[in-house]
Each structure stands twice: as structure tokens, then as C-alpha cells.
């Protein structure tokens, strides 16, 4: 895409293990901040490096994933 990504990128990662079903379950949410890209635009990241991720293509269809994109301006601003 040849978008320079800002140097304070960051993704947090929150996993949850249960059982369903008599067996365990892990499923995924990714919590993705990229301060200074407009959110469309970081979506569009995501949602390619989630389809490109080697991890996330070993483990499609076997665990739920949740991508989300955080909007570091409201999370930022004090009032």
C-alpha cells in the first residue's frame, strides 16, 4: 500500500479460552491503533495484513478474530 506507518503503532491483543461444546474454544480480538492515519484509510491496513498475516491464515476458520480499529484522537483528548 506503501503507507509509512507512525512509529507509535501499536496492537493489543485480547484473547479469551473457553469451552463449548464439551471442548476448549480461543478466540481473538485485535485492538489496532495507527495515530495520524485517517481511519479508513487503517482499516484498509488491517484488514490486509490480517489477510496476510501468516498466523491469521493458519489459524482462518479455526478461532474467531475480531479486528479493531481504535480511534486514538477520542482516546487521547482530555477535557
Not at 35 to 50: L, N
Amino acid at each position: 500500500m506503501k503507507i509509512k506507518l507512525p512509529p507509535d503503532a501499536a496492537v493489543d491483543s485480547e484473547i479469551d479460552l473457553g469451552t463449548t461444546n464439551g471442548g476448549y474454544l480461543i478466540q481473538a480480538r485485535l485492538n489496532v491503533s495507527l495515530p495520524g492515519v485517517d481511519r479508513e484509510t487503517a482499516q484498509k491496513i488491517v484488514d490486509a495484513a490480517h489477510t496476510e498475516c501468516p498466523y491469521s491464515k493458519a489459524t482462518h476458520g479455526n478461532i474467531n478474530v475480531v479486528t479493531n480499529v481504535i480511534d486514538t484522537a477520542a482516546a487521547t483528548h482530555v477535557a
